[in-house]
């Protein structure tokens, strides 16, 4: 009996354990509970990346180096590629370093959809091109930013066109709620400094929450905001919170 139990205890031990991995090229992660930690700076002609649901409860740590992507075609630092449930990424983490991109088309940092409990701080990034947003995640639900240092340099297709915007942060559209976006630095160019949208369907135990952040954005036309809420077909209901936050746009409106 002692043996059984010994066994059972050392098989649960292994299952929640978090094994850390040294990589030092960009690749799929598809491991979970995994710390991937980079061990040197990494470039990529493209996407560098890629993180699948297998990834769940894993982590990918910079550890001070910096991600260098897009560099001679479209790509993204970090992709993530999740599924419909129970497909999703779930409980992942990016974090302590630097991402920048090269110039080029849709060229955005952090892009994925179908997350849950996703993390992503202490960064600084830079991302410029044509339609490129910072960070920018879909149908997600338990989604944290703070202490990203963000710097733009995006352009739209047509500069007069509202549809498209250009995002520094944003929840994209079908985000499930329980957000919290804070101390963060968005500047440069782009059209919307952080953005949430379809709150209007989240449930209301699981509100947003956007404070402490400063936003300073050359937005190419009058609509771009600094900091922008939007329900999905009526107001937001769901307790959403912005405060403490400082607005300084060079070009552009408030919030919205």
């Known amino acids: 009996m002692k043996k059984i139990l010994l066994a059972l205890f050392i098989l649960v031990f292994l299952f929640n354990s ?9 690749r799929t992660l598809n491991q979970s509970n995994t710390n991937y930690v980079l061990t040197k700076d990494v470039s990529s002609a493209g996407t560098c990346f890629t993180v699948d649901y297998g990834a769940s409860g894993s982590t990918l740590d910079l550890a001070g180096h910096t991600i260098n992507y897009a560099q001679s075609e479209t790509g993204r630092g970090v992709s993530i590629k999740g599924g419909s ?8 983490t990016i974090k302590n370093g630097q991402i920048k991109g090269g110039y080029q088309d849709y060229a955005h940092g952090i892009r994925g959809s179908n997350a849950v409990n996703l993390q992503i701080y202490d960064l600084n990034m830079f991302v410029q091109g044509l339609e490129t947003h910072g960070i920018f995640v879909e149908v997600v639900t338990g989604y944290t930013v703070h202490d990203v240092n963000l710097t733009m340099n995006s352009v739209k297709t047509n500069p007069c066109w509202h549809v498209d915007q250009v995002h520094g942060i944003s929840g994209g559209t079908g985000v499930g709620g329980k957000i919290a976006i804070y101390n963060n630095r968005v500047t440069g160019k782009g059209m919307v400094g952080i953005n949430i949208s379809d709150c209007a369907s ?17 937005s190419p036309v009058r609509d771009g905001y600094a900091i922008s809420v939007q329900g999905k077909g009526n107001p ?15 070009n552009g409106r408030g919030a919205l």
């Open 236 to 250: 937001c209901s769901d307790g959403t919170k912005i405060y403490n936050n400082t607005i300084d746009q060079v």
């Open 18 to 26: 978090v094994f850390a991995l040294d990589i030092d090229s960009c």
């Open 85 to 92: 449930a129970p497909y999703n990424v779930n409980g992942f």
């Open 202 to 218: 989240w449930n209301p135990n699981q509100p947003a929450e956007i404070y402490n952040n400063y936003v300073s954005l050359w």
